[in-house]
């Protein structure tokens, strides 16, 4: 199986601040990878896909860079609705996988 | 507008069977792979298992192979989860999302396994 190792798990951050979270794969995955955010008590919400594609009606501050086995989310300007947690996700092959989430605080 | 709305959840005793159901709309149904995705409380995101588009190929995770059955039928725009033999370790809201990419999300169906 292929690990998805997310970092950091949590951190605290400011409206207006630059965030980057990372994602390693444990081998190489193209880029077969996505970016999702989750608000408390919501479904999750797609960012991103093919490791730098904007999804339709995401916002431009969210973006995706990387390929092979290390992978970035950059939000260029926080806004206090983008506080939340982030997953990227794996599926370049079975059993497709998560990485352990980023909660995005205050 | 896609639109994905799960059905099905409740409280199940360890050992018993639920099944799943997520009506799809706003979209080609039979054009599409599906997938469930399922969130423990408190915890991340896992994948559990998705269904090609006529429903002939099918993968899930090692830990519901033989317990845990996704179906569709394209006539009624419906995804399903037959579960059996769950577990405590079951318990969780479960999503049905388009595609393997993940790109549209259910509200979600909570399932408790407790006696």
């Known amino acids: 199986d292929i690990q998805m190792t997310q970092s950091p798990s949590s951190l605290s951050a400011s409206v207006g601040d630059r965030v980057t979270i990372t994602c390693r794969a444990s081998?190489?995955?193209?880029?077969?990878l996505g970016w999702y955010q989750q608000k408390p008590g919501k479904a999750p919400k797609r960012l991103i896909y093919?490791?730098?594609s904007l999804q339709t009606g995401v916002p431009s501050r969210f973006s995706g860079s990387g390929s092979g086995t290390e992978f970035t989310l950059t939000i260029s300007s926080l806004q206090p609705e983008d506080f939340a947690t982030y997953y990227c996700?794996?599926?370049?092959?079975?059993?497709?996988?998560f990485g352990g989430g980023t909660k995005v605080e205050i | 507008e896609v639109r994905l709305v799960e059905s099905g959840g409740g409280l199940v005793q360890p050992g018993g069977s639920l099944t799943l159901s997520c009506a799809a709309s706003?979209?080609?149904?039979?054009?599409?792979?599906m997938t469930w995705v399922r969130q423990a409380p408190g915890k991340g995101l896992e994948w559990v298992a998705n269904?090609?588009?006529?429903?002939?190929?099918?993968y899930c995770v090692d830990s519901v192979k033989g317990r845990f059955t996704i179906s569709r039928d394209n006539g009624k725009n419906s995804l399903y989860l037959q579960m059996n033999s769950v577990r405590a370790e079951d318990t969780a809201v479960y999503y049905c999302?388009?595609?393997?990419?993940?790109?549209?999300w259910g509200q979600g169906a909570l399932v408790t396994v407790s006696s």
């Open positions: 999302a388009r595609r393997t990419g993940l790109e549209y």
């Open positions: 706003g979209f080609t149904f039979s054009a599409f792979w």
């Open positions: 269904i090609n588009e006529d429903g002939s190929d099918k």
């Open positions: 081998q190489v995955i193209r880029n077969d």
């Open positions: 093919a490791a730098s």
């Open positions: 996700l794996q599926q370049y092959s079975y059993p497709v996988t």
